[in-house]
């Protein structure tokens, strides 16, 4: 008897080339070859566009067991406007953000270094076409081997950047945040740095910013976010997909105290939950500015 011959399995196989890349120990894994294509048109309207058809990527990049519940990613894609020399769309353990200013940073080294983008001395300017507007980073550059110029490679010293305009949107909202044991509401600004985040002193939590007691940082960053979310939706006065709330900036005005002993020269000390739980390693870009903007208009 005949055995039935059997037929070879066909698997589809999704290849993709990144570099990961990290700024103040956030990660960002960037995207730079495997993506789908991306219609051209508004910025916006591409990162629904991407929600809706390439978040499969997403979901390779960043979750278990490429990534982790706090990977952080990007993808650049050919600029949407004149004024921008690429657009970049930014992504998390939840969706798609509208600002990022640590992977501002390290796409900035990362195009530099690369060599994925002209480098010019002593500094290269790159406009980012970010879903919340454009974002301007200026890398502090030098050749790696001045006697060839640009055919040695460039290095970058540092980055810094010019964000979108920020502000404190509401001050002293009452919030009652579920699930934290707290004997009286909670007083939470609501500002914009590139989205929109709750902030909160730390001290009216009970809590000091120090890694230690980052489990129950993370719960009151999630618990706060989802009461705003559910009883103070913004308005962002251009767009409606930036009507937000991205997270919660939890903020200890006196460093100098904590425990770990180890911000005693900071003026302040602050961890951001974002999306789905997720803790930014880093200072948070986006949400120092709108901690700066927060004081600022507070005369602090």
Do not use: K
Request: hydrophobic share 40%; glycine share 10%; charged share 20%.
């Amino acid at each position: 008897m005949a055995m039935p011959r059997l037929q070879p399995m066909v698997r589809s196989r999704l290849t993709l080339q990144a570099i990961d890349l990290h700024c103040g120990g956030e990660p960002l894994r960037l995207i730079t070859a495997g993506y789908p294509p991306v219609p051209m048109g508004p910025v916006l309207e591409r990162r629904r566009w991407v929600r809706e058809h390439a978040d499969h990527v997403r979901r390779a990049l960043m979750f278990e067991p490429r990534g982790h519940r706090d990977m952080y990613g990007a993808v650049l894609l050919p600029p949407g406007r004149p004024d921008a020399d690429l657009t970049v769309l930014f992504m998390h353990n939840e969706g798609y953000s509208t600002m990022c200013g640590h992977g501002t940073i390290a796409i900035a080294t990362a195009l530099v270094e690369e060599g994925l983008f002209p480098a010019s001395v002593p500094e290269t300017t790159i406009r980012l076409e970010a879903p919340c507007g454009i974002v301007v980073a200026t890398a502090a550059t030098r050749w790696v081997d001045p006697e060839r110029g640009s055919g040695g490679g460039a290095e970058v010293s540092g980055v810094h950047f010019e964000n979108v305009p920020s502000y404190l949107h509401a001050r002293d909202l009452t919030v009652r945040p579920d699930g934290l044991g707290l004997d009286a509401p909670l007083s939470v600004d609501l500002a914009y740095g590139g989205a929109y985040y709750g902030i909160v002193d730390a001290a009216a939590l009970g809590l000091r910013v120090v890694p230690a007691a980052i489990e129950d940082l993370t719960r009151a960053g999630a618990a706060i976010t989802a009461v705003l979310r559910r009883d103070h939706t913004p308005s962002h006065p251009e767009e409606e997909d930036l009507s937000f709330v991205y997270g919660t900036i939890i903020v200890d005005a006196a460093p100098a105290t904590a425990p770990d002993g180890r911000a005693a020269e900071a003026d302040i000390r602050n961890v951001t939950v974002f999306a789905a739980a997720e803790v930014d390693r880093s200072p948070c870009g986006s949400g120092t500015s709108a901690i700066l903007a927060t004081r600022a208009t507070r005369g602090l």
